[in-house]
């Protein structure tokens, strides 16, 4: 039975022992209804166009209207998979995010009410770059083994702005991916073998004062590679696990070529067959990244998505690998196994049609809406209407109003 095979010890904080299954029961993700195509910001830029297709490997990129923010963004993802008994049964909610929109109050506050989650649960924010959303996880897990009967909603919500005409500027976009954390998962059970490394480093940064992201490239491309090897390295002596262990493996993409460069690092260690088999799973999973950009905290668990709605060859008792990467840095190296009916779980006709269903902006009118910004001394804005199901509706006494 693969679920007896999978089942993890926990020893909570009180020093029980507790067996169960605990991991991803639900999934979905969010990304606006607007986007820029590569080539024409390639044209736009003066640069060969097969720099972005090919050489980062991004064909389109998702544009945030003002109507969108990480908050709205958060609760859009959220909403389609959540049903009234998963809103009561919900105790903690933890928004992961580098786009925060208020220093004190966590998101995680407004997407608790604007979702109707039961009031007498936890709402926070966690910050670390990209890899905010990783520890995310792992907090619920633990938040769960203590409290079996809990669910937690992990989002990852983030617009990536590097500003316009600038090197960074190819590698932008904007969504959400909201993931149900349960025990007796139905899509995965996230195993207890996480290693993480963290080293104090400036490779892409965020002052307070800017809306822009600092970044050293080429440094950040080296780190993103070099805490790769450490933590893989480290998981590999703690675990006796090998490459060939694994079905698929899902990278951090800020850009889908930083994966594939990932992938190329660790695939010496598996014969050729192995090496074509993994390839061909890092294509679909990085199929939805390609269209929607780098989400930052939420890139990981897109590219998951991915994979998972994209593969045709997974199966319950696969294990898939996770590198999950934050600037800064902080990287983690951990698994998940599938579990039986996954594909039953998966949202992929709606992931799908929200990307089919947006419309292509031109470079112009991206540019325009890249500009647009909120008041920044509390004066009073109305937005219009837009197509989704939450918005920011405004800003009034320094305040965000939401529909
Ligand atoms: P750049 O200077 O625009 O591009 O910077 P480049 O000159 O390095 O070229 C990019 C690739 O295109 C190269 O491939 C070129 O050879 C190729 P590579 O050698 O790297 O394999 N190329 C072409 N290929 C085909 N046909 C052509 C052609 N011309 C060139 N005609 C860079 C690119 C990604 C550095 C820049 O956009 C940037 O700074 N982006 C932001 C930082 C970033 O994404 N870093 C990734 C690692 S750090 C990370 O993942 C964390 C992050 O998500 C933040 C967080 O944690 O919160 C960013």
Same mark, same amino acid.
């Given at each position: 039975?693969?679920?007896?095979?999978?089942?993890?010890?926990?020893?909570? #904080?009180?020093?029980?022992?507790?067996?169960?299954?605990?991991?991803?029961?639900?999934?979905?993700?969010?990304?606006?209804?607007?986007?820029?195509?590569?080539?024409?910001?390639?044209?736009?830029?003066?640069?060969?166009?097969?720099?972005?297709?090919?050489?980062?490997?991004?064909?389109?990129? @998702?544009?945030?209207?003002?109507?969108?923010?990480?908050?709205? =963004?958060?609760?859009?993802?959220?909403?389609?998979?959540?049903?009234?008994?998963?809103?009561? @049964?919900?105790?903690?909610?933890?928004?992961?995010?580098?786009?925060?929109?208020?220093?004190? %109050?966590? =998101? @995680?506050?407004?997407?608790?009410?604007?979702?109707?989650?039961?009031?007498?649960?936890?709402?926070?924010?966690?910050?670390?770059?990209?890899?905010?959303?990783?520890? /995310?996880?792992?907090?619920?897990?633990?938040?769960?083994?203590?409290?079996?009967?809990?669910?937690?909603?992990?989002?990852?919500?983030?617009?990536?702005?590097?500003?316009?005409?600038?090197?960074?500027?190819?590698?932008?976009?904007?969504?959400?991916?909201?993931? +149900?954390?349960?025990?007796?998962?139905?899509?995965?059970?996230?195993?207890?073998?996480?290693?993480?490394?963290?080293?104090?480093?400036? #490779?892409?940064?965020?002052?307070?004062?800017?809306?822009?992201?600092?970044?050293?490239?080429?440094?950040?491309?080296?780190?993103?590679?070099?805490?790769?090897?450490?933590?893989?390295?480290?998981? %590999?002596?703690?675990?006796?696990?090998?490459?060939?262990?694994? %079905?698929?493996?899902?990278?951090?993409?800020?850009?889908?070529?930083?994966?594939?460069?990932?992938?190329?690092?660790?695939?010496?260690?598996?014969?050729?067959?192995?090496?074509?088999?993994?390839?061909?799973?890092?294509?679909?999973?990085?199929?939805?990244?390609?269209?929607?950009?780098?989400? $930052?905290?939420?890139?990981?668990?897109?590219?998951?998505?991915?994979?998972?709605?994209?593969?045709?060859? +997974?199966?319950? /008792?696969?294990?898939?690998?996770?590198?999950? $990467?934050?600037?800064?840095?902080?990287?983690?190296?951990?698994?998940?196994?599938?579990?039986?009916?996954?594909?039953?779980? +998966?949202?992929?006709?709606?992931?799908? @049609? =929200?990307?089919?269903?947006?419309?292509?902006?031109?470079?112009? #009118? $991206?540019? +325009?809406?890249?500009?647009?910004?909120?008041?920044? *001394?509390?004066?009073?804005?109305?937005?219009?209407? *837009?197509?989704?199901?939450?918005?920011?509706?405004?800003?009034?006494?320094?305040?965000?109003?939401?529909?």
């Amino acid at each position: 039975m693969i679920g007896d095979k999978l089942r993890y010890t926990y020893r909570n #904080d009180v020093g029980r022992v507790t067996n169960m299954n605990i991991g991803i029961d639900k999934l979905h993700f969010f990304t606006p209804h607007v986007y820029v195509d590569m080539e024409e910001l390639a044209e736009a830029r003066d640069v060969e166009p097969a720099k972005f297709t090919i050489g980062l490997g991004q064909t389109q990129q @998702a544009v945030a209207p003002i109507t969108q923010d990480p908050v709205s =963004m958060a609760a859009n993802a959220a909403w389609p998979i959540l049903t009234d008994d998963d809103k009561e @049964a919900i105790d903690f909610i933890i928004v992961g995010s580098e786009s925060g929109v208020d220093q004190s %109050k966590a =998101m @995680a506050v407004h997407v608790h009410q604007l979702l109707g989650i039961n009031p007498f649960a936890r709402a926070i924010e966690m910050k670390e770059a990209c890899y905010a959303a990783t520890v /995310g996880l792992q907090t619920a897990v633990s938040h769960i083994a203590r409290h079996p009967e809990s669910k937690v909603l992990v989002i990852a919500t983030d617009i990536a702005r590097y500003g316009l005409n600038t090197s960074g500027e190819s590698t932008q976009g904007a969504g959400a991916v909201a993931m +149900l954390i349960s025990k007796d998962p139905r899509v995965a059970v996230i195993n207890d073998d996480a290693v993480s490394y963290t080293g104090d480093i400036y #490779d892409f940064w965020r002052p307070n004062y800017s809306t822009y992201a600092q970044v050293d490239g080429k440094f950040s491309n080296e780190q993103y590679l070099s805490y790769l090897e450490t933590v893989w390295t480290e998981y %590999k002596k703690r675990t006796n696990k090998t490459l060939a262990d694994f %079905k698929a493996l899902a990278f951090h993409l800020p850009y889908s070529k930083m994966g594939l460069k990932g992938l190329r690092q660790l695939l010496p260690e598996v014969d050729e067959a192995k090496q074509a088999a993994l390839t061909e799973q890092f294509e679909a999973s990085r199929v939805y990244n390609k269209r929607v950009g780098n989400i $930052y905290t939420g890139s990981l668990y897109l590219s998951l998505i991915s994979l998972l709605d994209q593969s045709q060859d +997974l199966q319950a /008792g696969d294990t898939i690998a996770l590198y999950s $990467y934050g600037s800064g840095a902080v990287g983690e190296f951990f698994s998940i196994t599938l579990v039986e009916g996954f594909k039953d779980m +998966l949202a992929d006709e709606s992931h799908q @049609a =929200m990307l089919d269903n947006r419309i292509q902006l031109s470079v112009a #009118d $991206y540019e +325009l809406i890249f500009q647009e910004e909120l008041p920044t *001394d509390g004066s009073q804005l109305v937005l219009s209407e *837009d197509e989704e199901q939450f918005q920011l509706a405004g800003v009034e006494d320094h305040k965000r109003l939401y529909k």
